[in-house]
């Protein structure tokens, strides 16, 4: 099965596109790593970036605690948000 990147946290085991797989149609999931719920809160331009922020100064906890994979790492984690391909972002951040 096809998993999906977390656009806040890097999360990288969604089950569904946050947006869809068009950027047009919200899961209204939330992520079992930081707790975001797309569609909801992810309404403004800088949603990802001060959601990110809030979760990281307030200790990057996770959402779903017993998921938590031993040896986690965060820094890893954030990176995957890097790889997410531009026709999964929602259409109002694409670049072009
Ligand atoms: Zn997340």
Redesign the pocket.
Known sequence: MDTYI??????SE?EEPPWGLNGESSSFNI??????TFGYEDCQLNAYEK?KHN?ITSGAKW?DEELQPEGWSLDNQLKNIEKIPQHLLPKYLRIS
Not at 6 to 11: L, T
Not at 31 to 36: A, I, P, R, S, T
């Open positions: 977390c656009h806040v946290c890097g999360f969604l992520c079992d790593c930081c707790g975001f959601n979760w959402f």
